[in-house]
Every structure is written in C-alpha cells, then in structure tokens.
C-alpha cells in the first residue's frame, strides 16, 4: 500500500495496518469528506483498480450516480457526529465498467481530530464469514506488536488480551479475563479506573485515561489506557477495544523537564536582573518577576509585543530594528533604551539576548537580560562633566596664576628694581635718608615674598604636614580673613594629628573651596567654620549668613566648586551636604569617616 496516513493516528492503528493489507475482505480508509486514502490488495482485486488509481477518487465517484446521494448523506452524518458508523449495501464501478454489489460496514476511527473512516466490504450475503476471517487477522497481528491490546464484551468484561499483555503481566489469561485485569491496578487509582471505563462504556463513547499498573517484578508502572467500541455488522454494540502503552518514561522525561522549568522560573524570579524569553516568531513568551516588579504590569499585558509599549517613543524605533536584524540572523545583541517604570519615570535598560537551541539543534528563540544602567550613565556624564569643569578650572587657575605673576608680581618686581637702581642715579644727602630708603625696599621685598607665600599655599600647604589639619586650617582662616578683609570665625574639637595624608588634603581643599565660594558669592563678611570629629568621623561645616542659593541649580553650571568638593569627599568615603535657600543663607557640611589606625588614637586623646 502507498497511501499516507496523517500522523494523528493512534499507534496502535498504525500496528494494524499489516491487517488492512492481508485481510482477505477489502478494505479502505477515506477521510469524512470522503477523499480515500488507502485500499488493501483485496479491496483492489475486487474492482480491478491499483491502489494508486482508487487513491485518486473519492467515495462518491465508486459509486453509480443513482446512489451516490445515499452516501453523501451518511458521510454528512458521520461529519456532524449524530452517528459513528453505519452499514450498507452499496455498489461499485469496476475498471471493466460492471458493478459490483457488497455489504459495506463503515466506522468512524478514533477522536474528532483523527477525521478518518475506515470500512469493509464483502460479496453480498458473506459478512458473518468475513468478519471471523477479519477476527483471525486481528489476533494474529495483536500478539505481534508490542503494544497491550484487549477487548471487552457488551457487559465490560474483558474478553481477550494479547501476548505483550500477558509478557507484562506474567499472569494467566484465565485470570486477567472479566475483571480480573483489575487486580494490578494500582489502589490509589482503582476507583477512579474502573469509573472512568464504565462511564464511557455507558455512553458508548471512546475514553483514555492514566493509572499505574503492576509489572511481573512487582513495580507500578505509569500506563496510558484507551478503549473505542466495537459494533456488529448489524450496528448493535459488542464491545471495546482498546491498548494500554507504558509511559514511565515519558512522564519521567516530562518530569524532568517540568522542574528544570520550575527550577529555571525560582532561579529567575529571584536573579537582580530582568529576564525575558521569545519564540520563533519574535512574540515575548516569559517575563521573570523583576522585569513585572519594574514595569508594573501584568504577564499576561507584557506578553507579545506589549512590553514595547513601555519602550520610550524616541527609542522604539532603533530598539526593534535591533532586535528584529539580530533575531533574524540569529546572532546576539546588546542595545540601550530607555523603559518606563511602574512610577512613569524612563529608565536606561541595558538589555542583552542570546539565541536558544532546541535540543536537536534547531532554533527555538531568544532569551535575554535586562539592567537598569541609568546610575551608570549618570556617573558616566557627571564624570564627563567633571572632566570638561577640571579643564576649563585648570585653564581658569593658569590664567589667575599667570595674571598675579604678571599684573601683580612682575610689576612689584619691576618697580623694585627702578628703585634700587636709583640708588646708583641719586645721591642721598644723609645716612638716615639712605636708610629710609632702604627700608622701603625691605618692606617691599617683604610683602611680594609674603604674596609669593600665599599663591603658593593656594597651590600647596606645606603646613599641613607639619600643622595638621586643625592647625593648617586655623593658619590658613586667618590669613583669608586677613587677605579678603572679612571676619572668619574658627573652632576646632577633638581632630588629631594623624589624620591620613588624604584626609587631611580633602578636608583642606573642601575649606578653601567652600569659604572661596561663600566669600565670592553670598555676600556676607562673617563666616563661621567648625572643625570637629562626631563619633567616628570628622566633620566640617562652613556657614554664612548671605543670600543664599539653590543647590541643584548651582549644579547644572559652569563652575567646578561643588562636584570638585563632592568627587573629592567620594575618593576617601565621606560625602558632602549643602542646605541653603535664598536669602536665607548657606551651610556647607563635609563628612569623612576616620579610617581604622586612627580610632584608637582619637578615643585616647
């Protein structure tokens, strides 16, 4: 036989078909709209036609036209379901072109799904011997297969099983036989068995059901039960047939996959990272909890497509055509977008994806991991920020440094050496004029050697080395104090000397950066600082009374001031706090913890 079989078959159907080909009535399967799909020799024999040519017609054209409305009306029956078989005395064309009447018996196979029809057909007057012919077939090719096959009568009593039944068993026939077969069904499910089959067999439909059943060595094996009746040539009922199909192993592999998933799921679901998963076709098939949590939004509205929704309008575009060419040629990505968060704010995603394989090899999608990185690119452009202010503030300091030492230090220089050299020029009528003189060069000399001092210490504090920090800073108050004309009120508690060298540099720096831009921008003349160590840190305070400033504003400008004190407090672990308003003032608080060497000395002093 050459016809094919669609796969929704039973495979205990498929076992049989070495019955359908030597059978000694014909035999054929068609489909419900009657297109056949399979003839036996003997079927071929009797009307003279190859299989091949039969395989081509469909059941109406067998027939002579005066009857072809009777089937139809049959086959529509069968379609609808109001009936699942139905006999006939039906004729056929011959290739010779004479007509052959048999007794047709014609059934529905298996479920809905299976939409096939299978029928026999013997010379009118022949059924009762062809279905004893068809019954010896059936047995023979039933104890050669290696599925569990048995039939039972009109009262569900078990009338025959094959050979790999009683191989599986290890028991008599005699005793399987009736109910008997009923005794290796498991106890937890014997109840529920025996139910099942005496409803079905109620309502003379088919049935399948899963139970445990005893092997010879004495071990439950999970079995797959399925039974569809059988009808007499005349249609009355007599019986089921069915098969039992061991299937341990395939729940165990189920099983298994089904905890690996599980497993797969609580691993996820608890991970710091989104993860997604996507099928063939591109559609997103799983969400972890994470990527929920963050959107706010349910499975069932991210599935799909929906998870675009939340993709930023100024993002989708580049986003899909990302994910579109990388699935496409089936090789990962890596993109940046930005995604909505259950509280509406856009965050940066970094969102990666590899392919899956299937275990043979072939494609079965993407899985990929989402991070929210927008810390990440903040850092990055506060740091770029930093870098354009530290360039701009180191070309800002050159040029201050180079006018003092032009406009300032050159020209005092220059204006000293034009009084010097008028002592060659000049005579000097006494000594005391001369002196005089001199010591208006001294007093010169002295103030530019101070000045020179004091740019230098800008630069560099050698006095913190050998002052300490409370000492330095002290010094350097009142020489601020002095230079600006303006009132600085110091105090300082419990610091000790032995601050590390970067502690003590911080803090120093965040001072005259803090008390510069106080002098600079608040228009106040008194300052109060307070050096102090609290617990276990040292904490410093700059506070005037001017008009104040917004925070985050002064930020976003040109100046380096405040995130040069803050990246300087972030290299040693301390961290900076600004509280001001408008006209009501500022209070720079600067905190550094006091590292490990130095605790026992502080709580010593």
């Known amino acids: 036989m050459t016809g094919q079989l669609p ?90 072109g004479s007509l052959f009447v048999g007794h047709w018996s014609v059934w529905s196979l298996g479920n809905r799904e299976s939409s096939l029809v299978l029928a026999m057909v013997t010379g009118k007057g022949q059924p009762d011997l062809a279905w004893r012919g068809a019954e010896e077939h059936f047995r023979h090719v039933a104890d050669t297969i290696p599925v569990m096959i048995w039939t039972s009568d009109v009262d569900a009593l078990c009338t025959y099983k094959n050979k790999c ?56 094996r999970w079995v797959l039960g399925s039974g569809v009746p059988r009808f007499n040539p005349d249609g009355s009922f007599a019986g089921y047939i069915g098969s039992v ?6 729940k165990h592999a189920v099983a298994t996959v089904r905890e690996s998933e599980d497993r797969f799921r609580r691993v996820a679901n608890t991970a710091p990272v989104m993860i997604w998963m996507a099928g063939t076709d591109k559609l997103c098939t799983y969400f972890n909890q994470p990527w929920l949590e963050f959107t ?20 989708f575009d580049r986003c899909l055509d990302t994910y579109t060419k990388a699935f496409d040629r089936r090789e990962s990505f890596r993109m940046e977008y930005r995604l909505r968060r259950h509280d509406g704010e856009y ?35 506060a740091l770029s920020l930093v870098s354009r202010k530290l360039i701009d503030a180191q070309d800002e300091e050159r040029a201050r440094i180079a006018r003092e030492l032009h406009d300032d230090i050159n020209q005092r220089l220059a204006l000293l050496a034009v009084n010097l050299d008028s002592f060659q020029s000049q005579p000097f009528a006494s000594t005391n004029e001369l002196l005089q003189k001199l010591g208006a060069v001294v007093e010169d000399i002295e103030s530019l050697s101070s000045d020179v ?53 911080c803090l120093f720096r965040v001072l005259q950066e803090a008390l510069v831009n106080a002098a600079k921008h608040s228009g106040s003349r008194q300052f109060q600082v307070r050096l102090a160590r609290v617990a276990d840190e040292i904490e410093f305070v700059v506070h005037d009374s001017g008009i104040g400033f917004l925070p985050e504003e002064a930020q976003k400008g040109s100046g ?46």
């Open 347 to 381: 965050r940066w995603v970094l969102d990666q994806g590899v392919p899956r394989l299937n275990a043979d090899g072939s494609f079965a999608g993407y899985i990929g991991s989402g991070v929210d990185v927008t810390e990440s690119k903040q850092a990055q452009e």
């Open 560 to 605: 380096l001031g405040l995130t040069s004190m803050k990246e300087r407090l972030k290299l040693v672990g301390g961290e900076l706090s600004i509280e001001s308003q408008p006209h009501v003032g500022t209070t720079v608080r600067a905190r550094v913890p006091v590292d490990r060497k130095m605790k026992a000395v502080g709580r010593g002093q």
């Open 165 to 220: 039944w009683l191989e599986f068993t290890r028991r008599p026939l005699d005793e399987l036989l009736g109910n008997g077969w009923v005794e290796g069904v498991h106890p937890e499910e014997r109840q529920q068995c025996v139910e099942s089959y005496k409803q079905a067999v109620e309502r003379r439909e088919p049935f399948q059901i899963e139970y445990r059943f005893r092997r010879y060595d004495g071990e439950y």
């Open 296 to 315: 706010g939004r349910s499975l069932e509205a991210e599935l799909g497509n929906g998870w675009a929704e939340g993709v930023h309008p100024e993002d």
């Open 453 to 505: 001092q004091a740019l230098s210490h800008r630069l560099h504090s050698p006095k913190l080395e050998i002052l300490g920090l409370a000492g330095a800073a002290a010094s350097f108050c009142r020489e601020f104090s002095d230079r600006r004309g303006v009132k600085v009120d110091f105090q300082t508690e419990n610091i000790p000397k032995e601050l590390s060298p970067e502690v003590s540099l």
């Open 7 to 96: 796969s929704s078959l039973s495979p205990e159907f498929h076992a049989l078909r070495q019955l359908l080909k030597t059978a000694t009535i014909g035999v054929v399967v068609a489909d419900l709209k009657g297109r056949l799909l399979l003839a036996n020799d003997a079927f071929c024999s009797i009307l003279g036609w190859t299989e091949q040519e039969i395989c081509i017609k469909t059941w109406t054209e067998l027939s002579p036209p005066e009857g072809a409305g009777k089937e139809e009306t049959l086959f529509e029956q069968l379609r609808a379901g109001s009936i699942d078989h139905f006999h006939s005395d039906k004729g056929c064309l011959r290739a010779d």
């Open 245 to 250: 199909i061991d299937v341990t192993e395939l």
